[in-house]
């Protein structure tokens, strides 16, 4: 239970009790002191190196007085507030690109300040710096912009969110078309016009452009890196920053590659590029897992943080720098009929879509889409498959670059506001064919059973992702645009955010449920290490790794102020499970499997089986492969016979490497025999990466 004291709408202390987290069997429960956030915490680049080390990151502060023209200016909340100067922003130049920027003594960041109460900092108070612009020629960018300066986001990592922006053609049939693919034909009232929306599938052509001209189409959406060429990869990453290369047109919209291999399909005319203030904090584990050999169980992690709700939401909390789209919030309940490659899910709500239908004008807003139940939310049969090959022509459908078009996802599941991303999600129906999501702001177990914590960000006002400008509403599904009144969280009110450190992509292994994914940097394959080998290490992203919990916090693009006070980790984890004496013992003494390969190269394992007692045992070693898409391997069960007490033996398997969009299994060696009840020492894990 958390107890949050406020005083004038500010959180003062965050206390929770030991006593009322319960443990369960072994588990050992754990509390890490209280980080109050300050202007030491801020980071002036990606050399990892705070203001407490730094004087020279804040102006007004340290030794360096402020610009005459860029002076410290007070908060309408009455706080003082310095200009920063940091790395964490971009020149943009229209049409060509952006450049991050350097230190050079402009404090034109943004601007901090300590927030002052009772003789002591209690949390800092930080504002954006203007959020750049730059125009690019439609539809390379990710913003449009209208007269008057306004702007809706146009830019989604969903191809059938961007479709049903730009086109009545559904590649994903729900709304337009018929569940079968049928394509709708719209009309006018009384008839006189009507158009086939068979006839206006987008432009699936994506021309890879080099040196700002189209080269050859895009095939394979895996990126290139920079140690190393995936096979078949076309691309590299692209941050939008660079508008000449590593980016593929059409002529309706453009895609860049994230690099996880995301997608990101864009149809505007400008970007925005905004000046982060980014946060170093560093929390206490528990000292045994820093001492001890031993690898703890994580079996429950939570982040506490106390803060102002936010206008962004994507101001993020990066703990251990890991960025975790796996965590998601509430999303729309639904049905599901058939079963395999034949299921459909259907809303069970009532809603409406609150995407790019909803467009301010001059006259008021266009009438949002109404999603009625029964609503097609994921259509099987219709997704398409990943390693098919379109052909040339308009009719072919597109490559199956995103999730929703190999998952058969329509816009709806997106779009519809019967979800929130900042709520504990739990699935109150037991029935495996219904899904009834409730949502509650703090963790409860009450609820049902556990589907995802909140996002990985400080609660904002917005919904985010495909919903980027949307409040979320008090009134759940109630027709957008939203009165004052009926908005659920307001900007500037003080609030906690818990975020769940164990959500992770299902079907694979997150890198906080052992102690080791906390304390050891090497054990973290997610983040990349920039320093040298003996220096302290710090990530590409600028955050110190340490054998403590490190935590980044993002605010980004709003210039208006915002709060953040302090951060708190809640732990329970297990110890060592006693040894169980058996008059049959068989270790698997080691497990080792090709670190690297490329695509369709063949991974080689070797495990070694030991006999400890008795005279003679036979068994198997079953191997299990997860791949980071969650497909699961499993390879023919390897047999021994007559191991002598005392003795060793090593059996060898292989896998090819030829599931697509795989970058990294994760392998567990098991080896069995009858009567042996030690468990401890019968598996071991490895993990191969394939570079594509």
Not at 256 to 285: E, V
Not at 299 to 327: F, G, K, M, S, Y
Not at 356 to 362: L, P, W
């Given at each position: 239970?958390?107890?949050?004291?406020?005083?004038?709408?500010?959180?003062?202390?965050?206390?929770?009790?030991?006593?009322?987290?319960?443990?369960?069997?072994?588990?050992?429960?754990?509390?890490?002191?209280v980080?109050?956030?300050?202007?030491?915490?801020?980071?002036?680049?990606?050399?990892?190196?705070?203001?407490?080390?730094?004087?020279?990151?804040?102006?007004?502060l340290?030794?360096?007085?402020?610009?005459?023209?860029?002076?410290?200016?007070?908060?309408?909340?009455?706080?003082?507030?310095?200009?920063?100067?940091?790395?964490?922003?971009?020149?943009?130049?229209?049409?060509?690109?952006?450049?991050?920027?350097?230190?050079?003594?402009?404090?034109?960041?943004?601007?901090?300040?300590?927030i002052?109460?009772?003789?002591?900092?209690?949390?800092?108070?930080?504002?954006?710096?203007?959020?750049?612009?730059?125009?690019?020629?439609?539809?390379?960018?990710?913003?449009?912009?209208?007269?008057?300066?306004?702007?809706?986001?146009?830019?989604?990592?969903?191809?059938?969110?961007?479709?049903?922006?730009l086109?009545?053609?559904?590649?994903?049939?729900?709304?337009?078309?018929?569940?079968?693919?049928?394509?709708?034909?719209?009309?006018?009232?009384?008839?006189?016009?009507?158009?086939?929306?068979?006839?206006?599938?987008?432009?699936?052509n994506?021309?890879?452009?080099?040196?700002?001209?189209?080269?050859?189409?895009?095939?394979?959406?895996?990126?290139?890196?920079?140690?190393?060429?995936?096979e078949?990869?076309?691309?590299?990453?692209?941050?939008?920053?660079?508008?000449?290369?590593?980016?593929?047109?059409?002529?309706?919209?453009?895609?860049?590659?994230?690099?996880?291999?995301?997608?990101?399909?864009?149809?505007?005319?400008i970007?925005?590029?905004?000046?982060?203030?980014?946060?170093?904090?560093?929390?206490?584990?528990?000292?045994?897992?820093?001492?001890?050999?031993?690898?703890?169980?994580v079996?429950?992690?939570?982040?506490?943080?106390?803060?102002?709700?936010?206008?962004?939401?994507?101001?993020?909390?990066?703990?251990?720098?890991?960025?975790?789209?796996?965590?998601?919030?509430?999303?729309p309940?639904?049905?599901?009929?058939?079963?395999?490659?034949?299921?459909?899910?259907?809303?069970?709500?009532?809603?409406?879509?609150?995407?790019?239908?909803?467009?301010?004008?001059?006259?008021?807003?266009?009438?949002p889409?109404?999603?009625?139940?029964?609503?097609?939310?994921?259509?099987t049969?219709?997704?398409?498959?990943?390693?098919?090959?379109?052909?040339?022509?308009?009719?072919?459908?597109?490559?199956?670059?995103?999730?929703?078009?190999?998952g058969?996802?329509?816009?709806?599941?997106?779009?519809?506001?019967?979800?929130?991303?900042?709520?504990?999600?739990?699935?109150?129906?037991?029935?495996?064919?219904?899904?009834?999501?409730?949502?509650?702001?703090?963790?409860?177990?009450?609820?049902?059973?556990?589907?995802?914590?909140?996002?990985?960000?400080?609660?904002?006002?917005?919904?985010?992702?495909?919903?980027?400008?949307?409040?979320?509403?008090?009134?759940?599904?109630?027709?957008?645009?939203?009165?004052?009144?009926?908005?659920?969280?307001?900007?500037?009110?003080?609030?906690?955010?818990?975020?769940?450190?164990?959500?992770w992509?299902?079907?694979?292994?997150?890198?906080?449920?052992?102690?080791?994914?906390?304390?050891?940097?090497?054990?973290?394959?997610?983040?990349?290490?920039?320093?040298?080998?003996?220096?302290?290490?710090?990530?590409?992203?600028?955050?110190?790794?340490?054998?403590d919990?490190?935590?980044?916090?993002?605010?980004?693009?709003?210039?208006?102020?915002?709060?953040?006070?302090?951060?708190?980790?809640?732990?329970?984890?297990?110890?060592?499970?006693?040894?169980?004496?058996?008059?049959?013992?068989?270790?698997?003494?080691?497990?080792?499997?090709?670190?690297?390969?490329?695509?369709n190269?063949?991974?080689?394992?070797?495990?070694?089986?030991s006999n400890?007692?008795?005279?003679?045992?036979?068994?198997?070693?079953?191997?299990?492969?997860?791949?980071?898409?969650?497909?699961?391997?499993?390879?023919?069960?390897?047999?021994?016979?007559?191991?002598?007490?005392?003795?060793?033996?090593?059996?060898?398997?292989?896998?090819?490497?030829n599931?697509?969009?795989?970058?990294?299994?994760?392998?567990?060696?098991?080896?069995?025999?009858?009567?042996?009840?030690?468990?401890?020492?019968?598996?071991r894990?490895?993990?191969?990466?394939?570079?594509?």
């Amino acid at each position: 239970m958390l107890f949050v004291k406020y005083f004038n709408k500010r959180p003062i202390a965050l206390a929770i009790s030991l006593a009322l987290l319960a443990s369960i069997g072994n588990a050992v429960a754990y509390e890490s002191p209280v980080h109050v956030f300050s202007v030491n915490d801020v980071l002036g680049g990606l050399n990892g190196v705070t203001f407490a080390d730094d004087q020279t990151i804040i102006c007004g502060l340290g030794p360096v007085s402020c610009p005459d023209d860029n002076p410290a200016l007070l908060d309408k909340s009455g706080v003082m507030l310095y200009p920063v100067d940091s790395e964490f922003g971009f020149y943009v130049v229209d049409f060509l690109g952006a450049q991050p920027k350097a230190r050079n003594g402009d404090y034109l960041e943004g601007f901090v300040g300590n927030i002052d109460e009772g003789g002591g900092v209690i949390g800092i108070q930080v504002a954006n710096a203007a959020t750049e612009k730059y125009k690019v020629k439609p539809p390379l960018g990710t913003w449009c912009q209208g007269l008057g300066g306004t702007s809706v986001k146009c830019e989604t990592e969903h191809y059938t969110v961007m479709e049903h922006a730009l086109s009545c053609y559904e590649t994903i049939p729900y709304f337009f078309a018929s569940s079968d693919g049928t394509q709708a034909t719209i009309s006018t009232p009384d008839g006189t016009l009507s158009y086939d929306c068979a006839n206006a599938p987008l432009d699936d052509n994506v021309q890879v452009l080099v040196g700002g001209q189209p080269n050859h189409r895009l095939t394979n959406a895996i990126p290139c890196e920079t140690d190393g060429q995936p096979e078949g990869c076309q691309m590299f990453p692209n941050d939008k920053t660079n508008m000449l290369d590593n980016i593929a047109l059409s002529s309706d919209y453009s895609v860049q590659l994230k690099d996880d291999g995301k997608p990101l399909y864009g149809w505007g005319g400008i970007h925005k590029r905004p000046n982060d203030i980014r946060m170093y904090a560093q929390l206490a584990l528990p000292e045994e897992w820093k001492t001890s050999t031993e690898n703890f169980v994580v079996t429950r992690a939570e982040l506490v943080v106390n803060h102002w709700i936010t206008n962004n939401p994507n101001d993020q909390l990066r703990p251990e720098d890991l960025e975790n789209e796996a965590a998601t919030g509430r999303k729309p309940s639904y049905r599901i009929e058939g079963d395999g490659d034949a299921a459909v899910w259907k809303s069970t709500v009532p809603c409406y879509e609150g995407d790019s239908d909803i467009i301010d004008t001059e006259s008021g807003a266009f009438d949002p889409s109404f999603i009625g139940v029964g609503t097609i939310l994921k259509n099987t049969p219709k997704a398409l498959d990943p390693l098919a090959t379109p052909g040339e022509s308009a009719a072919e459908p597109p490559y199956a670059f995103s999730s929703d078009l190999a998952g058969g996802y329509s816009n709806a599941y997106y779009t519809t506001i019967n979800r929130d991303p900042f709520e504990w999600s739990y699935d109150a129906n037991p029935d495996p064919k219904v899904q009834d999501f409730i949502g509650s702001a703090l963790p409860n177990a009450s609820l049902g059973e556990l589907v995802s914590g909140p996002r990985w960000r400080l609660k904002p006002n917005k919904f985010g992702q495909d919903l980027p400008g949307l409040e979320i509403p008090l009134i759940e599904c109630s027709a957008p645009p939203f009165a004052k009144e009926n908005i659920k969280y307001e900007v500037g009110t003080p609030t906690t955010t818990v975020i769940n450190l164990l959500d992770w992509e299902e079907g694979e292994i997150s890198p906080l449920a052992t102690s080791r994914g906390w304390v050891d940097v090497t054990a973290n394959e997610y983040v990349t290490i920039v320093t040298e080998d003996g220096e302290p290490a710090v990530t590409s992203n600028g955050l110190p790794m340490t054998s403590d919990f490190d935590l980044a916090v993002y605010i980004k693009g709003d210039s208006k102020s915002t709060a953040l006070y302090n951060a708190q980790l809640i732990i329970e984890y297990e110890g060592e499970v006693p040894v169980v004496n058996t008059d049959v013992d068989v270790a698997l003494t080691a497990f080792a499997a090709s670190a690297t390969v490329s695509f369709n190269q063949t991974v080689a394992m070797v495990v070694d089986v030991s006999n400890l007692k008795p005279s003679s045992v036979s068994g198997e070693v079953t191997i299990t492969g997860v791949t980071n898409q969650g497909v699961v391997i499993e390879l023919p069960p390897m047999a021994f016979s007559d191991l002598a007490e005392g003795d060793t033996i090593s059996l060898n398997a292989s896998w090819t490497a030829n599931i697509i969009r795989t970058s990294a299994v994760s392998w567990t060696a098991t080896v069995t025999a009858e009567g042996d009840l030690n468990s401890d020492n019968d598996t071991r894990t490895a993990t191969t990466k394939i570079r594509r």
